[in-house]
């Protein structure tokens, strides 16, 4: 079956630096990839759709130079949280689908702490 | 845009008894419903999913079914166990490179 992989699971960092978060297609190349954020009980919120070879689209509201996307290849995309803040300490997760329409299938999430 | 409501927000039933979860959506154009499972500190897990052209679709002890012209579709899972206990959420889609829009999620408790 259709396997993410993302990493790290769980990060801390300090207030001002930046992490970067890898989301990987293990068997399928992904054209598409999505990230989402999840507060603590609550649902997954999309944040912004990721393109293999294009600018990635933001949702409204998403600042897209604070979480910078890139998709550089068929099998990985990566979020980094530039300059991060206590207000960004969240669960990222991300997803992708194998034929690009249907089963998609989420990475394991990334707890962030920022202090 | 689309909006998918889901109800019960919490659901406690007793392991042998069945769960019953149902959500709405809004735009008529979504024709692709997932549910998934999420463990605590965990992503998601695609537990079934069913298609616009279809109504009903089962998978051991979980079913789904749609009704499009309501636009509501029901996950139920039959014979609960204790291992049965997470947040599921149900979500809808276009199919086409479209993203998922997620209900706010169900915490089932199955107790022993």
């Known amino acids: 079956g259709a396997v993410v992989s993302q990493h790290p699971s769980r990060v801390i960092c300090k207030s001002g630096t930046s992490v970067k978060i890898e989301c990987r297609s293990l068997d399928f190349q992904a054209t598409t990839m999505f990230w989402y954020r999840q507060f603590p009980k609550q649902s997954l919120m999309l944040m912004a759709t990721s393109n293999e070879g294009s600018k990635a689209t933001y949702e409204q509201g998403v600042e897209k130079d604070k979480f910078l996307i890139n998709h550089a290849s068929l099998t990985l995309s990566t979020l980094t949280v530039t300059s991060a803040h206590p207000e960004d300490s969240s669960f990222y997760i991300c997803s992708a689908s194998k034929d690009g329409r249907y089963g998609y299938t989420f990475g394991s999430g990334t707890r962030l702490t920022v202090v | 845009g689309e909006n998918v409501e889901q109800h019960p927000s919490t659901l406690s039933v007793q392991e042998g008894d069945s769960a019953v979860i149902k959500c709405t959506y809004s735009?008529?154009?979504?024709?692709?419903f997932p549910w998934y499972k999420q463990e605590l500190g965990k992503g998601p897990q695609l537990i079934i999913d069913?298609?616009?052209?279809?109504g009903e679709k089962k998978d051991q002890r979980i079913a789904v079914t749609l009704n499009k012209t309501a636009k509501h579709f029901s996950l139920h899972i039959t014979e609960t166990q204790p291992e049965d206990s997470a947040v599921y959420f149900c979500a809808a889609s276009t199919g086409s490179q479209g993203n998922l829009i997620f209900g706010k999620g169900t915490k089932l408790s199955v107790k022993p």
């Open positions: 735009d008529s154009a979504s024709n692709y």
């Open positions: 069913i298609r616009s052209n279809v």
